[in-house]
Each structure stands twice: as C-alpha cells, then as structure tokens.
C-alpha cells in the first residue's frame, strides 16, 4: 500500500489528521521518519486531537521517552520518542513489548533508533517539507 496527504498549512493540519486515521485503517502501530523539524510532534498532535485527546494533554514524550494519552473513548494511545535513545536495551526496559502488544494504537518519533526491534506489521510513515514549506505524509 502506498498512499499520501500533503498538509498544505497548519490551518489544514486537523482535516488531514483525520483523513490520515481513516485511511490507515486497523493498523496500531505508526513510526514517523522525518527530519528534524518537519513535523512529526505537530502531525502527531494533531492524529492525538482527532480521536479525542485533551489539547493540553499532547507533548513530545522526548525526556520520557512514552507518554499515554486517552482517547475520547477511554481507550489508550501511547506517544513514543525515540530520539535520545542510544541503545535499543533503554527501550526494552520502558517495557517496549507491553506497549506493543497491547493492540493500543502507538504513534512512534525517530524511530530509526529503535529500527532493530519494530514489528514487521509496523506502518512506516515518512513525512517531508515540500518545496513550498508543505508538508507531505506517505506510507
């Protein structure tokens, strides 16, 4: 499956959050690949809004390295930041698997660094800064 949105301004950001969240179907694990700066936290964020998240409640998880969330149904939706992580054992002792194998949707930042222990099911997602500073999401 290939597929593609491109957020053209962060006024569009919540309407291609939620086209995103339909078209990936039933898939519970989605590992964002992006530069620096292109907008992983902001995308995720906005993937967070759209299912019910408080505003106030989503921030990068980048000290923590995961942070849970509750949809607006109750159910948990757990953030990974894998930036600072320097060796794939620092995830295996947040309890990496139970995360994973909970059937909870799991959305995934730099997940590059944990690249070795990702399921095969895992969505792999790329997001990249267009020309004209648009953002495009394909998987």
Not at 29 to 34: C, E, H, Q, T
Not at 49 to 59: E, I, N, P, Q, T
Not at 70 to 93: C, M, N, Q, T, W
Request: glycine share 8%; charged share 30%.
């Amino acid at each position: 499956m290939h597929d593609r949105i491109v957020i053209q301004d962060l006024s569009r950001i919540d309407g291609c959050a939620e086209e995103f969240l339909k078209r990936i179907g039933q898939n519970r694990l989605v590992a964002f690949y992006a530069p620096m700066g292109a907008g992983k936290t902001t995308f995720t964020s906005a993937i967070c809004k759209a299912l019910g998240v408080r505003d106030d409640a989503v921030s990068s998880p980048t000290f923590a390295i995961v942070n849970e969330y509750r949809s607006g149904k109750g159910e948990p939706i757990y953030h990974f930041d894998f930036y600072r992580i320097e060796k794939v054992a620092e995830a295996l002792d947040i309890g990496f698997y139970d995360y994973i194998d909970s059937g909870c949707l799991c959305l995934m930042e730099w997940p590059e660094n944990v690249e070795e222990i990702l399921p095969e099911d895992t969505l792999k997602v790329r997001i990249s800064v267009l020309e004209d500073g648009a953002r495009a999401v394909e998987w």
